[in-house]
């Protein structure tokens, strides 16, 4: 998560303000990550694209909480209003009325148990109009994020 201060007032915008509190009484209520991670066994991995480092740890996840994940990113990638490529990763932009803040930080807490390879960047923008996930990352993740969030190349 990303929290932007002002330069010359020192404070948080309230907006923001709200954005950060909301994201951090929401994560206090999900499973907390360890700090770090033991790589997963081979059987556990299970490649995107044999021709990259990126992998996902199918293990991760109960079933249950799988086939919740699954359905929050269905909705992720049928409620974005727009995809903005950045250099090292995409934006995706919502309407926080089709797709909640809570929403996307427990989606965010779960791709991270079985995708640590992402950096994750959640704002609230125009006042609360606009709430937008930043998926990055080391060269080379921009094809896996095509492949999960269904973006035809260019």
């Known amino acids: 998560m990303t929290v932007k201060r002002e330069r010359n007032a020192g404070t948080l915008k309230p907006g923001r303000a709200i954005a950060a509190m909301a994201l951090l009484f929401t994560l206090s209520?999900?499973?907390?990550?360890p700090a770090q991670q033991l790589p997963a066994r081979a059987e556990e991995k299970q490649p995107m694209a044999a021709e990259n480092k990126f992998y996902c740890n199918t293990k991760a996840l109960n079933p249950a909480k799988r086939a919740r994940h699954k359905q929050m990113t269905d909705?992720?990638?049928?409620?974005?209003?727009?995809?903005?490529?950045?250099?090292k990763g995409y934006e995706f932009q919502y309407s926080p009325s089709s797709v909640s803040l809570a929403e996307l930080a427990e989606w965010m807490a779960d791709e991270g148990r079985c995708c640590p390879f992402f950096d994750f960047h959640i704002d609230l923008e125009r006042e609360g109009s606009l709430l937008c996930l930043r998926l990055t990352g080391t060269e080379g993740v921009k094809p896996f994020i095509r492949s999960e969030f269904q973006i035809p190349e260019k």
């Open 29 to 33: 209520g999900v499973e907390q990550l």
């Open 75 to 87: 909705k992720l990638v049928a409620e974005r209003n727009k995809t903005v490529e950045t250099e």
